[in-house]
């Protein structure tokens, strides 16, 4: 191990940062802060397709709106305040350089944010007319497949449990848009192990999504029909689509809320399907409105008298095996409720109050774990959040109730100290019987019940070259959980710190360290708990080479320790390299990867570049290499091609995979394709 560590040594001293368009690039930057909580692939529509959006027809600042800010993800709630409040104080912006007279702006922030900003000053939305729907209007049709090349046991003629269609994995999407007025989108999929116009898809594609929008008519600020999302204060009592946690970045601790938006994403289950609308009823007063009506995948159980009862909603998406076709759709929900939000000056606040019906009974189950999970047919939701700026201080918080079930409440505060220093706290108290399926809430985990915590983070900017974040969350679950059969503890430090002296060269050390407990492992007459130590240690370089290459380097270190087992440790180290001409019509990037780690309990994540709008964090577990090629291809203007190339080798190994995914022999190869027509 120590001689192929010296030999990857010269290659970081050379390295560089993978040069993507740009909206890829930010969008990487984004997700890089919490790839190691990430799954393997992540659907990453709703930010490239924002950035795509802004980077072709940059967004005014001077007419931006707070949602419209918040949707792009490169600012902090402070910023987006303090921008706000500039504007409204001392009028329009003339240029974005003003941006660091700003409290909470840099010469960093600035040079990050400006190719997706302008200043110039517009006339307003276009007008909605058929001649502008349809000179105007810009469309993206794209078709994407991917495939294993290797054959899982899944496919086989298995007697029992087997896969009922093939290994292929298919999307088409289209969508509409106009300005900021209107859109519509379409989208089809079907994932790997799924029948196409047969099993539980017998209409055709498994999934099928799309919505029509539009927008700034009048009184109505939002009016749609199709699919939708709902993200509104700190994500405590109404919260889907796409959701970060905590990351390098300790400014994202302070969730922010887009409010009502169209949903764009593949996954399957947290969106709603129905009518929502937002409208002005005052100048400073808007109301959102939404009824959904939709099919949930459930695992059904009798109960003694013969009912069916819902035991497990089930997330994933997957209709695969007959299971899994037979609990397709078989609970119907009808979910409905407001939003009340006034927003003025540096005060904003917001009212909700959601109900859901559920078709089927929930049950608890007999595990001690589950006491305070949901039973019934029915749950009410409500909530109020809040936010306030003072002067470089963003104050926010949210208390949510469930009935039947308690109160779940935080509350923080973001400061700008200095143009060099912010820093970051919020406390938790969420009730063990605090019941939301829609919560994706601040805390070790988001579904907002049974924690209490404290989280400090400071972010200082020691030059502009330098720059160092750190933070500290303190939790405590009263409550038992599952493999925690009493009230537990747990503590988890974060430090990265960053080295940029040109915009060629950055070089990042980052640790993360997590202790929580466990049942024990020992063989004794009560379950008494162990602690359960976490650690990730990693040193990252990246830089351009020259015009057309760019090399990316990192080697990260974890370790497992629970006693009374003895401490493992794994490690991970990939180069990466991209070449990439402005005016040539191909490039490419490769990684080239060596992994060694004892089990899955050490397991590293890392970011991997994918086919547009796919990409997200690959899982390096066991002993073995990783590789894999993409390249991109511009057949015409409108027209691009995408392909993707990944295996997985592990030396020695007779199989790869589990269950119904395991492969005889030691690889895992994977082939995609993606088209993208743009008109």
Known sequence: ????????????????????????????AIIED????QPEERDLTEIIEKLASYK??????????????????LLSMLQINNLMNHIKVNGKLLDLLELQSIPGFDGVAVEKIMPFFTVNTTSGPEQLNLKNIREKGNSILIWRYAQLLEKQKGYTDLPGSRYMGGPEKLLMKYRYTFSNTASAALLMKKDAGESLFGGAGKSGFDFISGHIALHEIGAIKTLLVGDYSLQFGQGLTLWTGLSFGRGADVAGAAKKDTGLKPYTSSSEYAFFRGVASKIKIFKIIDLTTFI???KLDGTLTADDKGHQTVSTINVGGLHRTPAEIRNKGSVSQYFYGSVLQLDRSNFSAGLIATHSIYQHQFTTGSQLYNRFGFSGTRLTNL????????????????????????????TGMMTSLSSRLSAVILY??????????YAQAPGKNSDGNNEKGFYAGININLSRAWNVSVYLDSYHHPWLMYRVDAASHGNELSGQLSYSPKKTLKLQLRLKTTLSEQNTMAELPFNALEDVYKGNYRID???????KISLQSRIEVSRYHKSPAAKEYGILIYQDMEYKVMSAALSANLRLAWFSTPSYNARIYAYEDDVLYASGSGLYSGKGFRTYLNLKYRLTRQLYLWSKIAVYYYPGQLTTGSGLDEISGNKKSEIKLQLRYQF
Do not use: C, W
């Open 56 to 73: 072709k027809n940059p967004l005014d600042l001077n007419n931006a709106s707070a949602e419209q800010l918040k949707e792009i993800n």
């Open 34 to 37: 919490f790839s190691d909580a």
């Open 1 to 28: 191990m120590r001689g192929e560590i010296m030999l990857l040594i010269p290659l970081l001293l050379m390295t560089v940062h993978p040069l993507h368009a740009q909206e890829e690039e930010a969008a990487k």
């Open 541 to 547: 370089m990246s830089g351009q080479l020259n015009r």
């Open 292 to 294: 959904s009506l939709r």
């Open 428 to 437: 938790r108290n969420y009730a063990k019987d605090h019941i939301n399926f």
């Open 383 to 410: 909530g109020m959040h809040y936010n306030y700026t003072f002067r470089n201080t963003y104050v926010f918080g949210e208390t949510s109730m469930s009935l039947p079930g308690g109160i779940a409440t935080l």
